[in-house]
């Protein structure tokens, strides 16, 4: 199964997940690029958007997104995971 992906950002100063957005299976690709994946990525990655990036994503996602107090990641997850929990 291929994993699922999402735009993560996390507040700078507590480290705390604040804002998702799905990307759509039709957008994996696309915003895979634009975040420099690496073709041999194997889904378990996370990687780091600076502004320029999260702007091309967003207007991929057709979603505003630029909160300046977020740092934002490219992140896979396993399509029936509960990635809303919080950890320990």
Same mark, same amino acid.
């Given at each position: 199964? #291929?994993?699922?992906?999402?735009?993560?950002?996390?507040?700078?100063?507590?480290?705390?997940?604040?804002?998702?957005?799905?990307?759509?299976?039709?957008?994996?690709?696309?915003?895979?690029?634009?975040?420099?994946?690496?073709?041999?990525?194997?889904?378990?990655?996370?990687?780091?958007?600076?502004?320029?990036?999260? #702007?091309?994503?967003?207007?991929?996602?057709?979603?505003?997104?630029?909160?300046?107090?977020?740092?934002?990641?490219?992140?896979?997850?396993?399509?029936?995971?509960?990635?809303?929990?919080? #950890?320990?």
């Amino acid at each position: 199964m #291929s994993p699922m992906y999402e735009v993560t950002g996390y507040d700078r100063k507590t480290g705390r997940l604040v804002a998702f957005y799905d990307v759509p299976p039709r957008r994996v690709s696309s915003i895979k690029n634009i975040a420099d994946v690496p073709w041999s990525d194997d889904g378990l990655g996370a990687y780091p958007l600076d502004r320029d990036q999260v #702007s091309a994503v967003a207007r991929l996602l057709e979603t505003p997104i630029g909160n300046a107090d977020l740092d934002y990641f490219l992140e896979a997850y396993d399509e029936g995971a509960d990635r809303r929990q919080p #950890s320990g």
